[in-house]
């Protein structure tokens, strides 16, 4: 069966520093997403990605974070200077259509 | 601004028995709701959708219910099986293309042998 992959599975930054998440989506999906959850908490989206430029994003996703699809096969979530409270399961989602909306099995991201 | 509740953090069963977990929504414009399923460390699994054209579908042992005047969704599992435990999560979205979920808090379902 088709999966989304996510690396790496951990990952543990200091603050201030860049992280890059990377995920493979399925191949034949058209929209591409990221969403967090941070411990104990929801799911929550981060934001959309379709033809090539966000879709949609959510008041989370601000000027500290972008997104790439650098060369059709990858999809990446960088955080430009992360914060204590970045500290999340990162997890990447591809669809197209809902049936087959997928998530990555996740980015553990560690702010220390 | 919680659009989509799950207002019961646990649920414990017998094996054999029925589950029924319970989402509320608030956003009228909601008119596409998925369940997933998902184990510690991993990512949310999908198990089952419904479009708000339907109140019902049915996939296996899984059936989810849509009252739409009420804004509530259910989800039935039987026989539960000690596999089905995990946390549940409601999720809803505006349109069934390329939109955001909007998750609930999960319902941890336990199944006891």
């Known amino acids: 069966e088709p999966e989304v992959t996510q690396t790496p599975s951990h990952q543990v930054t200091q603050m201030g520093q860049e992280v890059i998440l990377r995920c493979v989506p399925i191949?034949?999906?058209?929209?591409f997403y990221w969403y967090r959850q941070i411990l104990g908490q929801k799911v929550e989206f981060l934001v959309s990605?379709?033809?090539?430029?966000?879709?949609?994003k959510s008041e989370i996703f601000d000027d500290q974070f972008s997104v790439e699809r650098p060369d059709g096969s990858n999809f990446t979530l960088k955080i430009r200077s992360t914060k204590l409270e970045d500290s999340a399961m990162y997890f990447c989602?591809?669809?197209?259509?809902?049936?087959?909306?997928?998530f990555g099995s996740g980015t553990r991201l560690t702010v220390v | 601004d919680q659009q989509v509740k799950q207002n019961s953090p646990s649920l414990s069963v017998q094996e054999g028995r029925i589950s029924i977990l319970n989402c509320d929504y608030t956003n009228s414009m909601f008119d596409y709701f998925l369940w997933y399923k998902k184990y510690p460390a991993e990512g949310p699994t999908f198990l089952i959708s419904i479009s708000s054209i339907k109140d019902k579908n049915e996939d296996g042992r899984f059936t989810v219910f849509l009252n739409k005047s009420a804004k509530h969704l259910s989800l039935h599992i039987v026989p539960s099986q000690p596999g089905d435990s995990a946390v549940y999560f409601c999720a809803a979205s505006e349109g069934n293309q390329g939109g955001k979920l909007i998750f609930g808090q999960g319902t941890e379902l336990s199944v006891k042998p």
């Open positions: 990605f379709y033809n090539n430029e966000i879709s949609e």
């Open positions: 191949s034949n999906h058209l929209y």
């Open positions: 989602a591809s669809s197209e259509p809902f049936y087959g909306y997928t």
